[in-house]
């Protein structure tokens, strides 16, 4: 079952900016370490971004200053706000939420930076 709803992909120009949303249900949101993955055919997948329950916030190299996590415990919804995005970002994002090992999953959406 979907627990994590996403919003907020689509096209973007380089150099643009875009927002994506990711609210949870079903659980206590601010328990859990929130994080968004990219994947998509061809490429490899990697962690993008992960905020802690106490705002604890981690990056991949590729994406520091211009990428920006943050978490609204009482709308129980993460973002992740990028700025300055290059044709290297165009992937398929999606958001968790983890608790441990146990990982629940958004169902993905698709950011394409491009002309």
């Known amino acids: 079952q979907v627990q994590l709803v996403e919003s907020g992909g689509g096209l973007v120009q380089p150099g643009g900016s875009l927002r994506l949303s990711c609210a949870a249900s079903?659980?206590?949101?601010?328990?859990?370490?929130m994080g968004w993955h990219r994947q998509s055919p061809g490429k490899p997948g990697e962690s993008v971004a992960t905020?802690?329950?106490?705002?604890?916030?981690n990056y991949v190299d590729s994406v520091k200053v211009r990428f920006t996590i943050s978490r609204d415990n009482a709308k129980n919804t993460e973002y992740l706000q990028m700025n300055s995005l290059k044709p290297e970002d165009t992937d398929d994002y999606y958001c968790?939420?983890?608790?441990?090992?146990?990982?629940?999953w958004g169902q993905g959406h698709q950011v394409d930076v491009s002309s």
């Open positions: 905020i802690t329950s106490g705002g604890t916030t």
């Open positions: 968790y939420k983890r608790l441990g090992d146990d990982h629940r």
């Open positions: 079903g659980s206590i949101f601010s328990i859990y370490t």
